[in-house]
């Protein structure tokens, strides 16, 4: 089984992406917050999304609250977070990689792997491309850039051949190196293990790595209870299995509203915003949604949702009639939260197209506004009551925006 797979991952990528635009920032501690308030200092309420390594040390993780992570580290420096400046510096670090090796794939924000072919699939070649690609982002990028490299036989053990040798590292794992030098992994080191998959191997009697690759392939898919269980145990004895190919199901978007956006009507411009951004989501990745869902938690509790069955469309003007009918019905008190999902999703190029010529124009339309915004950016043509600032772009772990989606001019 010799090596196919080199995979990069970014270190602390939004807070060194921070470091690296911000020169005043390296070598300090540093967490990214999304939510400022309007006098310029991170929300109290809010948490860290991204870490700096010189602030980990304090106790500082993701996820940890403002007010923690400044008593745990008095020395941070809370910045906004700039998705749009991730996505450019994301789309430039492909760029480098791809001109020291092809990039197979780019797996979300800050990781990616490369595949290894022919005479490439040795320790030293796989080694030298690692550095290669050190090299190159110092070099067209800056120190506080890091990131690290892991080399195997398939992509998982890539992974956590990476994982294990952060931050800037470089590790290199041969198949005569099995299961020996994984034993010191926790099970949740292991990518796609967490809480609940623990539990399911220490009912199984399994506590450790070790323990693990004791388990029979028929053992294995008990644990998992599918032929996923299957896959992994190939996986983690090096076998280079095909991906499973995916089918995205939905599509959504959700945002908590702020103190002074959190009456009926401005939860409606806000979901009005949602669903205009989630339509052109839908028309960008391709898909035609055949049902629409929107949704809110309302103050001081309770839930509000309503579903409407469609047929397939990509009509801005479409799903923003179905929305209309669906809060007639809201409650007309305070939301903390409001979402719109976009589900029973099919391939645009293979389900039938609107019959009417009224619908036909309404996404000749849609294609219009999209070119529009991705020029001059969200709000140049939009809906007139959709809130023009509220639900600022999010990056989603497993698809990045192009450098030509609306939100990041907006």
Request: hydrophobic share 40%; charged share 25%; aromatic share 6%.
């Amino acid at each position: 089984m010799p090596l196919t797979t080199v995979w990069v991952d970014m270190d602390a990528y939004f807070a060194s992406a921070e470091q690296h635009l911000c020169p005043r920032l390296r070598g300090r501690p540093v967490g990214v917050v999304p939510v400022f308030t309007r006098d310029g200092r991170p929300a109290e309420g809010s948490c860290c999304i991204a870490v700096s390594y010189q602030a980990r040390p304090s106790g500082v993780r993701t996820g940890t609250p403002v007010h923690e992570a400044r008593r745990l580290c008095p020395d941070i420096r809370f910045v906004h977070a700039r998705p749009a400046e991730y996505v450019r510096l994301h789309h430039a670090i492909v760029g480098i990689v791809e001109s020291v090796l092809p990039v197979h794939r780019v797996y979300s924000i800050d990781e990616l792997a490369c595949r290894l072919d022919g005479a490439e699939r040795c320790p030293v070649y796989a080694a030298s491309v690692g550095v290669a690609i050190k090299r190159a982002m110092r070099e067209r990028l800056s120190d506080a850039l890091t990131c690290s490299i892991g080399a195997a036989p398939n992509r998982l053990l890539a992974k956590v051949a990476a994982d294990a040798r952060k931050p800037n590292g470089l590790n290199i794992v041969e198949d005569r190196m099995l299961p020996g030098c994984l034993y010191d992994l926790d099970l949740e080191d292991w990518p796609g293990i967490g809480g609940g998959m623990r539990a399911r191997f220490e009912r199984a009697g399994v506590m450790t790595t070790e323990q693990m690759y004791a388990l029979t392939e028929h053992e294995m898919a008990r644990v998992f209870g599918s032929i996923d269980g299957q896959r992994w145990w190939m996986q983690i004895r090096g076998f280079d299995v095909p991906e499973k190919r995916t089918v995205r199901r939905t599509l959504g978007h959700q945002h908590v509203l702020p103190p002074e956006k959190r009456g009926a009507e401005e939860a409606r411009c806000v979901l009005v915003r949602l669903l205009t951004k989630a339509a052109q989501r839908l028309r960008r990745e391709g898909y035609r949604a055949g049902e629409l869902v929107c949704a809110g938690r309302l103050l001081p509790g309770g839930q509000w949702s309503r579903r409407t069955v469609l047929p397939p469309t990509s009509s801005t003007g479409v799903l923003l009639r179905a929305m209309a009918e669906q809060w007639a019905s809201a409650p007309r008190c305070r939301y903390i939260t409001v979402a719109v999902t976009l589900g029973a999703m099919t391939q645009a190029a293979g389900s039938p197209g609107p019959l009417f010529e009224g619908e036909k124009s309404e996404e000749r339309l849609d294609l219009a506004v999209d070119k529009i915004n991705a020029r001059f950016g969200y709000g140049a043509v939009r809906p007139a009551s959709a809130d023009a600032v509220s639900a600022p772009m999010r990056i989603s772990f497993t698809s990045i925006p192009d450098l030509e989606m609306p939100d990041l001019h907006g």
